[in-house]
């Protein structure tokens, strides 16, 4: 289970665009669907966006040992499925994971050779205004999703690699050589 590549950083950062555009330079990149028990939002496929999971199930994933890693975020679980993973990383395909701070500290532990990435804002006010803009949650959650982003931020001198997105095609091409090297590094990540 090597070869995996770890995203993380305050929900609001921009860590699905820059993904996006990860996966469109380097198309062999793989993409891990958590489950979560939050709801759909508009326009978002279960199995596709997500595993959309009521508590039960979760529940009864969490005790099957389903999950690498899950955590609770802003008031709703989401984890990453054993199962994703061995697809994916067992056969040798590099797979991306888009998860908050509990779950990448808790891969760094279970899976050291990981490669880990923070993306960070370059302001809290920036956050604040992609949160909002983006239009995708109610102002409570956006409150929420804040509080849980202070707390993130504080935690990114634990990464060894940090990107800021700032300028969104910059961050993009930074992340792409991170990636590249981390892939084709010796031992490690390289297969
Ligand atoms: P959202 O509800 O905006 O899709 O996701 C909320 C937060 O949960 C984001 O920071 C997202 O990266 C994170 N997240 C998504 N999937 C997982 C997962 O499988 N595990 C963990 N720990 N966090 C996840």
């Given at each position: 289970?090597?070869r995996?590549?770890?995203?993380?950083?305050?929900?609001?950062?921009?860590?699905g665009?820059?993904?996006?555009?990860?996966?469109?330079?380097?198309?062999?990149?793989?993409l891990?669907?958590?489950?979560?028990t939050?709801?759909?939002?508009?326009?978002?496929?279960?199995?596709?966006?997500?595993?959309?999971?009521?508590?039960?199930?979760?529940?009864r994933?969490?005790?099957?040992?389903?999950?690498?890693?899950?955590?609770?975020?802003?008031?709703?679980?989401?984890g990453?499925l054993?199962?994703?993973?061995?697809?994916r990383?067992?056969?040798?395909?590099?797979?991306?994971?888009?998860?908050?701070?509990?779950g990448?500290?808790?891969?760094?532990?279970?899976?050291?050779?990981?490669?880990?990435?923070?993306?960070?804002?370059?302001?809290?006010d920036?956050?604040r205004?992609?949160?909002?803009?983006r239009?995708t949650?109610?102002?409570?959650?956006?409150?929420?999703?804040?509080?849980?982003?202070e707390?993130?931020?504080?935690?990114?001198?634990e990464?060894p690699?940090?990107?800021?997105?700032?300028?969104?095609?910059?961050?993009?091409?930074?992340?792409?050589?991170?990636?590249?090297?981390?892939?084709?590094?010796?031992?490690r990540?390289?297969?």
């Open positions: 289970m090597s995996v590549i770890v995203i993380t950083g305050p929900s609001g950062v921009g860590k665009t820059l993904i996006r555009l990860l996966r469109e330079r380097l198309p062999d990149l793989g891990s669907v958590s489950a979560t939050r709801d759909p939002r508009p326009g978002e496929v279960d199995g596709v966006d997500y595993h959309f999971l009521s508590e039960a199930d979760f529940d994933l969490v005790r099957d040992g389903a999950f690498v890693e899950h955590a609770e975020y802003a008031g709703r679980r989401y990453t054993r199962a994703e993973l061995e697809r990383a067992g056969a040798g395909e590099p797979v991306v994971l888009e998860i908050e701070v509990q990448a500290r808790q891969i760094r532990a279970t899976l050291p050779e990981a490669f880990q990435v923070f993306i960070a804002p370059p302001s809290g920036a956050l205004e992609r949160l909002v803009g239009g949650d109610e102002p409570g959650v956006i409150e929420r999703r804040l509080g849980v982003a707390q993130e931020l504080a935690a990114q001198g990464f690699h940090v990107v800021v997105n700032d300028r969104l095609h910059e961050a993009a091409e930074e992340l792409t050589a991170l990636v590249q090297e981390a892939l084709a590094g010796p031992g990540l390289g297969a």
